[in-house]
Every structure is written in C-alpha cells, then in structure tokens.
C-alpha cells in the first residue's frame, strides 16, 4: 500500500501543475486508525498537528471516500478545509481530524478574532499555515478557509508582502500563461493582487503546489470575489 501512496503522489503532483458509512469521530475504529509515522515523507500540510491538544491524525484505507468517513456534510466540510484539500481522499494516506466533536470552523481557525481597524477591508494569507483570513474594515474575522500556495522551489514562490487586488475576474477567467505555451488554463473568480499573480479557484491537493497563484476552493473563491472590491489590500506572510 505504502509503495502504491509513493507512485500517486508524483503523479497526482504532475496533474497539478497546469495551472496557475461511519464517523471517525465516533466509531469504534477510531483507534485503530490513530498515529501516523512521525516520519512521514509525504508533501501533505499538517502533519505537526497530529497528536497534539486540538486535533489527531487518522489512516485512510482503500476505499474510504470524505463523504463515507463524514456523512455529515458540515463535519465534511470542515475536515476538508483542515486538510486544505477540495481533491478526493483517495490520494491520502492519512488526514487531520479535530478530538473534540463539536468542533466548528470559526473554533478551528487559526488566526485571530481582532486586528488594526483600518480604511480598507484586508484579506492575510498564511503560507506556513496555508490558509487565509478576510477581515473588514473594523478588523473583525469574517471568514477563513484553505489555501495552496506557490511551491516552495525558489522559482514558483508565492511572493510576501503587502499588496492591493488591481484586478478581479469572473467565472470565465483563464492563464494568458499556463499552461506553457497557450495558456488557457481555468482560473475561476480570479483576482489579481501582483503582476500575473492571483487568488482564485483551482485543484488543491493540500500542500503547496501552484506556479504563484494563491489556489482557492470553489466556495472561497466565490465568497472572496463577491466580498473584497478593487483595492482590498493583500497580506502575504
């Protein structure tokens, strides 16, 4: 099995690149799929998180699918977003899982409720915690959610910094760069924040992988087009 999880994931990484039943919580198996190798090689965000206060890492085996493991569409939801991940459980072989069941998004998130009120709304990318947070005017947390960043090969880095969205997109947005050399590849609610770099909609196997862009899932992509105007400023850290 091991060797097999070893041969996707270079595949499903070279996929990646064109563009810019039960509930674990409660199920008797639940310890039987704890821990997974501190040693782990595998690219996948979150693996410092296991065994600590708040959440633990979990076995994925053949066959279990989100929806099988989280029947409920919320708890879904959330475990994917921890995962930062909108791809299908099939290319993992282990996922981050909250220990306390009632555990909500907002509970979860990993940046602070208050910041510096300010002039314009801000929206703050975490790439160490591939993540981001929109916060409005007054610097309250409005929303946080996953993100996949660029890869960290020194080429294709997500650039940090402060920057102000120049441009946004709709639906229809499309690469005028990857893939190489027409372009063309889909790039959903697309928001422009620095040169050809971007927020938007796109694959996001939980770990960084983009040429630069900042990848989103399709229900972040969409909230953050509708809640961030032309000039929402842009934190990358």
Known sequence: ?????????????????????YNVYESDNFAERSAISSNSSDPFWGKELCNTAEYKCIRVYRGDTWAKLFP??????????????????????????PRDVTATKRSLSPFPEKIASSTKKKIVISVPKQA????????????????????????????????SIYRKQGAECKSSKY??????????????????????EYQMPGFAISHGCVRLKMSDAKWLYSFSPVGTEVVIK
């Open 132 to 163: 981001y947070a929109a916060y409005d005017r007054n610097g309250n947390l409005v929303r946080w959610g996953a993100v996949n960043t660029g890869r960290e090969d020194g080429e294709h880095l997500t650039p940090r910094g402060r920057f």
């Open 72 to 97: 409920n569409e919320e708890q879904k939801k959330l475990v994917m977003t921890l995962n930062r991940t909108n791809m299908a459980l099939k290319y993992r072989s282990w996922i981050i899982v």
């Open 1 to 21: 099995m091991q060797f097999i999880k070893k041969l996707i994931i270079p595949i499903v990484i070279a996929s990646l690149n064109a563009g810019c039943g």
């Open 179 to 200: 893939p190489i050399p027409t372009g063309g590849s889909p790039m959903p609610y697309c928001m422009h924040f620095y040169k050809g770099y971007a927020l938007h």
